[in-house]
């Protein structure tokens, strides 16, 4: 399938990351490289298949809607890069 | 303290049960142990460089409370006393965990994952945190944001990854055993180039809650140890269910030491053609040949059988994992914790500038990778394919298990290489995953245990992998092997 470095501009925007001009190019040929690998599996037959997400057979694990212990603020803002009065401090979201 | 065979330069030479012994006959103290090992540390460390954070003073007084329980003759637990270290994407509480990248290079964790508590309540004594691949993803601890790590066999080398720092760390003395964690071959990898045991057990037989999630369906933490009886001892330590982790199994672990018996007559084992045929390098192949005849004449019976859907595993493995990774590691957004930009416009630019500065070259291609995988017009394509691929590769190991105990084979195509010869081609690092993913894909234990060297003098390890929650017979087969040989009595020359 090919890369174009339009879908790589939509994917990184997504993903929320910054892509130079220097670096668009080399990451356009890299992804398609290994996007091509990728396709690879197209040679498997898999009609009918069941997709397996999770190894374990498992459904719904649920606990008591009983609450328990949480942190102290303290112990939540202590790694904060920026707060202020008991919150965290973020750009102006709202216009 | 009357010792008479050891002295202080070769305690940390011992493994954990001998180390217990020691301690528990009171010939050895807690304190002096510990000690011996930071100098240990502290005399190699910056030719090694396994480790990120070395635990200060706070580790000799943990190590006395330790002794003073001993001298009250309070229960010892089989890890008590015994200091170690862990890979750093485990949250350990007011230490910080900074999964080797720019990221979390000042999160200090409010609280300890469960393992770390596991071994807290065996009075295991902490000694650091372990250099590591960023995020986990790499195989050769050189995408680390703080260091490399080198291969104490050669420091020319890469130690393997992504967990790279624990792998080293045991190989020469620096712990006593180490926890590592394994996405598509991060424990037995390193472990096979270190020349250490290392085991990727069954996924949810260990907890991943305070694992810092890479792809979570394919996670595990395990343990890296100079033998297979320190393996069994620390395993013992760390599965279980665990109610803070949904994907955790609710089974009943057998005790692990009792598999460690020396007979494997009768047991029935089975080699992938594929994974003895195109890509292996030629000494490896020989040397895990030689292992396989070992086995047999200690009776066990191996064959070669058909496994063509291996071929599709690494496809399989980068989507799946990558598109798990992109959406776990989402949460980096620079608000909460962790690294923030100092310049920005508005928030979507706060994220899209802190992302971009924190992330390594690495990281930020795989969540390109699995973004790409799971947006709209290529989900069926690439992610949902991968999956259906995943159902297939487990059924390929369900029918090798109908005729064999286990199966075995090389780990990787080759021994470790030299630092900066795999970092350019990403898709040439991936392939040496050839013979790990599967485990994690299919969710099966997977056990690494030393059987040779190569003419550079250089590990080889050899891998073998279990049904689900069949560990114990991989232990009892590697404890066999390990009793008639003596690889794992080798130590580097470092």
Not at chain 2, 19 to 28: D, N, P, T, V, Y
Request: aromatic share 8%.
């Amino acid at each position: 399938m090919k890369v174009t470095r339009e879908t790589i501009e939509h994917v990184a925007n997504l993903a929320r990351l910054n892509i130079s001009e220097q670096e668009k190019e080399k990451i356009t040929l890299e992804m398609e490289n290994i996007i091509n690998y990728m396709d690879k599996l197209n040679e498997l037959d898999t009609t009918g298949i069941k997709a397996m997400e999770h190894v374990i057979p498992m459904k719904n694990v649920l606990r008591e809607d009983k609450v328990e212990k949480s942190f102290d603020r303290e112990k939540i803002l202590a790694n904060a890069p920026l707060h202020d009065n008991g919150f965290f401090k973020v750009p102006k979201v709202v216009e | 303290m009357e010792r008479d065979v050891f002295d202080m330069a070769e305690l940390y030479e011992l493994t954990v049960h001998e180390l217990s012994e020691l301690l528990k006959s009171r010939k050895l103290g807690v304190v002096e142990l510990t000690q011996a090992f930071l100098k240990r540390i502290d005399g190699i460390d910056s030719k090694v460089g396994s480790y990120i954070t070395v635990s200060g003073d706070e580790v000799l007084k943990k190590a006395g409370d330790v002794q003073a329980k001993i001298d009250r003759k309070e229960a010892m637990p089989p890890l008590a006393g015994i200091p170690m270290a862990v890979k750093d994407n485990m949250c350990t509480e007011g230490i910080p965990t900074t999964c080797a990248s720019k990221m979390l290079h000042n999160f200090i964790p409010p609280y300890n994952a469960t393992v770390i508590n596991k071994l807290y309540a065996q009075d295991s004594v902490l000694l650091g945190k372990l250099n590591m691949d960023e995020f986990a993803m790499g195989g050769s601890t050189e995408n680390s944001y703080f260091k490399q790590t080198k291969n104490p066999w050669d420091v020319e080398r890469v130690p393997g990854g992504s967990s790279g720092g624990s792998a080293a760390s045991v190989a020469c003395g620096e712990a006593a055993f180490a926890l590592g964690s394994d996405t598509g071959g991060s424990i037995r990898q390193p472990a096979s180039f270190c020349g250490v045991v290392g085991m990727k057990p069954t996924y949810g037989a260990v907890s991943r809650f305070g694992l810092v999630a890479f792809a979570s369906s394919l996670d595990q933490i395990g343990p890296l140890t100079r033998d297979v009886t320190d393996c069994a001892l620390v395993l013992n330590a760390i599965t279980g269910h665990d109610p803070m982790d949904s994907t955790s199994a609710d089974v009943e672990h057998p005790d692990y030491t009792k598999a460690l018996v020396n007979d494997i007559k009768g047991l029935k084992i089975g080699i992938p053609s594929e994974y003895i045929s195109e890509g292996i390098n030629a000494e490896v192949k020989k040397v895990i040949l030689e292992a396989v005849e070992t086995l047999q004449k200690l009776g066990a019976y191996c064959e070669e059988f058909s496994f063509p859907i291996n071929e599709y595993a690494i496809p399989a493995y980068y989507l799946i994992s990558s598109a798990e990774a992109s959406s776990n590691l989402a949460r980096y957004d620079g608000i909460k914790y962790g690294y923030r930009a100092e310049k920005f416009t508005d928030l979507l630019d706060l994220y899209k500038q802190t992302r971009s500065e924190g992330f390594g070259v690495e990281v930020k291609r795989r969540i390109m990778l699995g973004t790409y995988a799971l947006s709209s017009g290529y989900y069926d394509a690439y992610y949902k394919k991968a999956l259906q691929v995943r159902t297939l590769i487990r059924r390929g190991f369900d029918q090798a298990f109908g005729k064999y105990d286990f199966v075995i084979g090389p780990t990787a195509p080759t021994t470790a290489y030299k630092i900066g010869e795999k970092i350019d081609d990403p898709l040439a690092m991936y392939l040496g995953d050839i013979y790990t993913v599967s485990a994690n894909i299919a969710g099966l234990p997977g056990l690494v245990i030393p059987c040779g060297f190569d003419s550079n003098n250089l590990p080889v390890g050899l891998q073998l992998i279990g049904k689900p929650f069949d560990e114990s017979i991989l232990l009892r087969a590697a404890y066999t092997f390990e009793q008639n040989t003596a690889f794992h009595k080798l130590r580097p020359e470092i």
